[in-house]
């Protein structure tokens, strides 16, 4: 997947965006991937181009001197043909964390929701812990309240977003196509199609995945891991990477609890051995148990964040009254 | 499982150091990954292979530099060597332990040309 632009392996969808974006941003990326026919990312959403230079390019490398952003690059061809001066061969330190891109965009997002006291949750889990369950009824519960707004991301379908929809609140799908997790571009993209938020509760439901969505910052407040105890009490240090970059666990189903052997305590020392700090919320979204836990937690959130702001805000008034 | 994303990570990042280190052709790639960051390096090494292929980094060679793990014990106050996330203090059993080092998923230099 395009880490830039979001674009997957050409499949993401935006719902209301189509495939605009995608060919608004990465063309020098994807021309020179084209020709690159040994693996599939990128092909679809350059229909337009590829299929011209899917084949050309085989034989004619002397396109190569094109690419490379501009620059002199006469080395790509299959004679290595190198400007002679042009091309010394030297040491780049950079020191550059690689999914820095991501960052940049995650930074954007969250400076978004800071501006407008938006509490952004990023919901992640293994497939089928129930998560849009406990979000259809978290927000049947607090959509009086405060706006709400649901990212849903999923490879495929809108099946998600369109029960989140049938509750009255705005929803929009992301299909990353072969992706594997959201990134932080794609859900940029997203809330310019969302409407005014201002002190409300962003959720974002990533990919059923509780691997790649632990590396991907998305701007979020949290990351809130949902872990359904009809799945493994091991899961945490199974999949440590995710469990340590949450702040929450919600211990969901725990109506099943009487049919199953699922050990709460161990699954809560092992989620605290990957995380001290984790926080451990238990409830059922099927029978409402818990779930005033879980609505207290995020009115907390979101109390603090509003609170943060208007100290912020504050502090610009003294300075100003102080000029 | 991401670790094409990371792949295409790396080509953007080279991209975009082409310009500003106005170099046309990456030959070599030094990365520092941790045993923490989620990254699988023979993954990592297929997907790099594969994204290079008619970028300004084809045919350029990966190193992958390996960081251990390091983590500071409140439980011993000392800093202790782990391996994964759920490891306990080696020195006092403690699961009460701040990751210091090994997450890392950086590009720490480059030969160009």
């Not at chain 1, 490398?61 to 002679?84: F, K, N, T, V």
């Not at chain 1, 006291?117 to 497939?127: D, G, K, M, W």
Request: net charge negative; glycine share 8%.
């Amino acid at each position: 997947m395009c880490t830039v632009c979001g674009c997957s392996e050409g499949e993401t969808r935006i719902e209301g965006h189509a495939h605009q974006h995608s060919h608004g941003h990465s063309h020098g990326h994807e021309h020179e991937h084209s020709h690159d026919h040994g693996h599939e990312h990128h092909h679809e959403h350059s229909h337009e181009h590829s299929q011209h230079h899917n084949h050309a390019h085989e034989q004619d490398e002397a396109h190569s001197h094109q690419h490379g952003d501009g620059l002199h690059d006469y080395g790509q061809g299959a004679a290595r043909a190198h400007a002679p001066g042009l091309s010394q061969s030297r040491m780049v330190q950079i020191e550059q964390d690689i999914l820095g891109k991501n960052d940049q965009y995650a930074h954007a997002n969250r400076a978004r929701f800071e501006q407008q006291s938006i509490l952004a949750l990023n919901l992640v889990s293994s497939p089928g812990s129930g998560k849009t369950t406990l979000l259809t009824e978290t927000i049947r519960r607090l959509q009086q309240r405060w706006p709400l707004a649901v990212i849903e991301g999923d490879q495929q379908t809108s099946n998600d977003a369109d029960r989140i929809r049938a509750t009255g609140v705005a929803a929009i799908q992301v299909n990353t196509g072969k992706g594997c997790h959201l990134d932080a571009h794609m859900v940029g993209h997203a809330l310019a199609s969302l409407p005014e938020l201002e002190g409300g509760v962003l959720f974002i439901e990533n990919v059923g995945n509780l691997v790649c969505p632990a590396a991907f910052d998305l701007g979020e407040a949290h990351k809130v891991a949902i872990l359904s105890v009809t799945e493994g009490e091991d899961k945490p240090i199974k999949y440590p990477d995710m469990f340590h970059a949450a702040d929450v666990m919600i211990l969901n189903k725990t109506d099943l609890l009487p049919h199953l052997d699922f050990d709460v305590d161990a699954c809560i020392e092992y989620a605290r051995r990957v995380n001290p700090d984790i926080q451990v919320l238990q409830c059922s979204a099927r029978s409402g148990e818990g779930m005033d836990d879980w609505l207290k937690w995020i009115e907390t959130q979101r109390s603090q964040r509003i609170e943060q702001r208007i100290r912020n805000l504050q502090n610009r008034i003294d300075q100003l009254q102080a000029l | 499982m991401h670790e094409m994303s990371v792949a295409e990570g790396i080509i953007q990042v080279l991209e975009d150091q082409a310009v500003s280190q106005n170099f046309s052709r990456v030959k070599k790639v030094w990365l520092e990954i941790g045993p923490l960051a989620s990254i699988d390096s023979d993954a990592l090494r297929f997907c790099f292979d594969a994204v290079i292929r008619g970028t300004l980094a084809d045919n350029a060679s990966l190193e992958i530099i390996g960081l251990p793990g390091l983590a500071w014990c409140l439980g011993c106050g000392q800093s202790v060597a782990i391996q994964q996330r759920y490891d306990a203090c080696p020195e006092c059993g403690s699961y009460h332990l701040q990751v210091t080092q090994g997450d890392e998923m950086r590009i720490k230099e480059l030969e160009v040309e």
